[in-house]
Nanobody
Framework: QVQLVESGGGLAEAGGSLRLSCAASGRTVSNDGMGWFRQAPGKDREFVATINWSGIGTYYADSVKGRFTISRDNAKNTVFLQMNSLKPEDTAVYYC?????????????????WGQGTQVTVSS
């Protein structure tokens, strides 16, 4: 079993930055692809970013490409999401997830473990 706990969410102004962290416990996730997803009120959960086990391979949704950066520290069993140039449409609950695959994947069905989410609110 893997437990994932997100932190770092909060309120930011448009154009500002936030850094989300996802701390894993229970076992190492250093061999797992990891992902960030988000869900706005009334909308489906959507893919944001994913990273492979080594941290070398990353992939982003078009809506965040060039503004968000996913990274990981396997020694600390932690994944990060640096969010810059925030927009009001980035407002959502952000979830961290762990996949059974070592590669990064974009579909929710590929992820076995999920965190409880952290709220990000961007004001205009």
């Amino acid at each position: 079993q893997v437990q994932l706990v997100e932190s770092g969410g909060g309120l930011a102004e448009a154009g500002g930055s936030l850094r989300l962290s996802c701390a894993a416990s229970g076992r190492t996730v250093s061999n797992d692809g990891m992902g960030w997803f988000r869900q706005a009120p009334g909308k489906d959960r959507e893919f944001v970013a994913t990273i492979n086990w080594s941290g070398i391979g990353t992939y982003y949704a078009d809506s965040v490409k060039g503004r968000f950066t996913i990274s990981r520290d396997n020694a600390k069993n932690t994944v990060f999401l640096q969010m810059n140039s925030l927009k009001p449409e980035d407002t959502a609950v952000y979830y961290c997830a762990s996949s059974n695959s070592p590669v990064g994947v974009t579909t929710t069905s590929a992820y076995s473990y999920w965190g409880q989410g952290t709220q990000v609110t961007v004001s205009s």
